[in-house]
T-cell receptor, first 112, second 120 residues
Framework: RKEVEQDPGPFNVPEGATVAFNCTYS??????FFWYRQDCRKEPKLLMS???SGNEDGRFTAQLNRASQYISLLIRDSKLSDSATYLCVGAYSGAGSYQLTFGKGTKLSVIP | EAGVTQFPSHSVIEKGQTVTLRCDPI?????LYWYRRVMGKEIKFLLHFVKESKQDESGMPNNRFLAERTGGTYSTLKVQPAELEDSGVYFC??????????????????FGPGTRLTVL
């Protein structure tokens, strides 16, 4: 079983739509979670960290459920510029190192 | 402030040859990480430096891979001899800190643009 599993996508949504991505993780030792965004042939960039209480940044809302080992990302009022691959990432510490564990990513295409 | 830089952006080599990838972290970041994405797979951790010391190299696939960070500044990742399955995108990331005990913003890992390696 993969350590971090995501919806395979792709998601094709019209501008203005709300879209939700889900992610599950198997390593209960994972301490922190993130959503990274990766544009085609570019590096991953941190979109937001995920806190147990849920956190919101503008049109983006992330939530973490440790009991279910489940993470979500909600994007409201989708823009064309939101088109990218969204990576669900867990971090756990071992040997004094924060090692990131990535999901394969979910591709989002926002259509005019 | 300059971000993480990597060189070269692309490398095409033949099986059996040697390739050296370079990463320059963000200035002042003691922690440097190497990751790799092979086609169709997720990005995977290779190793972590704290300054010039290897903190965690549990992700290194085999002894054909050698990473160094002399002087605790830039890092190199050498593949010798390269095999077909080494093809992929090699990312470097850096962070200010990287210690256990609870995540803080200073632990955020910033990625470089990657080196796309093709082994023929």
């Amino acid at each position: 079983r993969k350590e971090v599993e995501q919806d395979p996508g792709p998601f094709n949504v019209p501008e203005g739509a709300t879209v939700a991505f889900n992610c599950t993780y198997s390593n209960s030792a994972s301490q922190s979670f993130f959503w990274y965004r990766q544009d085609c042939r570019k590096e991953p960039k941190l979109l937001m960290s995920v806190y147990s209480s849920g956190n919101e940044d503008g049109r983006f809302t992330a939530q973490l459920n440790r009991a279910s080992q489940y993470i979500s990302l909600l994007i409201r009022d989708s823009k064309l510029s939101d088109s990218a691959t969204y990576l669900c990432v867990g971090a756990y510490s071992g040997a004094g190192s924060y090692q990131l564990t990535f999901g394969k990513g979910t591709k989002l295409s926002v259509i005019p | 402030e300059a971000g993480v830089t990597q060189f070269p952006s692309h490398s095409v080599i033949e099986k059996g040859q040697t390739v050296t990838l370079r990463c320059d972290p963000i200035s002042g970041h003691d922690n440097l990480y190497w990751y790799r994405r092979v086609m169709g797979k997720e990005i995977k951790f290779l190793l972590h430096f704290v300054k010039e010391s290897k903190q965690d190299e549990s992700g290194m696939p085999n002894n054909r891979f050698l990473a160094e960070r002399t002087g605790g500044t830039y890092s190199t990742l050498k593949v010798q001899p390269a095999e077909l399955e080494d093809s992929g995108v090699y990312f470097c990331a850096s962070s200010q800190v990287g210690l256990a005990g609870g995540f803080t913003e200073a632990d955020t890992q910033y990625f470089g643009p990657g080196t796309r390696l093709t082994v023929l």
